[in-house]
């Protein structure tokens, strides 16, 4: 097996990748080519966001998606969890409480990025 910088030739058929070129030399040898993948140009910095801010994101997501259920379902007062006046009040706490959380998620998606 001969590696250039780019490619990969093979005396043998060890490769059987659809992708593989195998061309038949002059004195009939076959020949498998593997042409190598490029790296990526990486010049500009990305900085990924970090655990904690992902993991604070989903946190104030799940307190939005659980104010939602527990008013709008109606699973939670039916089981007795909670009462069927708490229910009410939390319906009406949803329609503050989810668009305060949406923010405080787009706010620590802005702070990420800046």
Do not use: H
């Not at 060890?14 to 140009?41: H, L, Q, W, Y």
């Amino acid at each position: 097996m001969l590696s250039t910088q780019k490619y990969v030739i093979s005396t043998n058929n060890i490769f059987s990748c659809p992708s593989v070129k195998v061309k038949k030399n002059v004195n009939g040898e076959t020949r498998a080519i593997v042409s190598m993948a490029k790296k990526d140009d990486f010049s500009q910095k990305s900085t990924p966001k970090t655990p904690l801010k992902i993991v604070s994101q989903a946190v104030v997501a799940v307190l939005g998606l659980g104010f939602i259920d527990a008013g709008y379902s109606g699973d939670w007062s039916r089981i007795g969890v909670i009462s069927k006046e708490n229910e009410d009040f939390l319906k009406v706490a949803a329609l503050v409480v989810v668009p305060l959380c949406l923010f405080i998620i787009f706010s620590i998606s802005k702070t990420a990025d800046d």
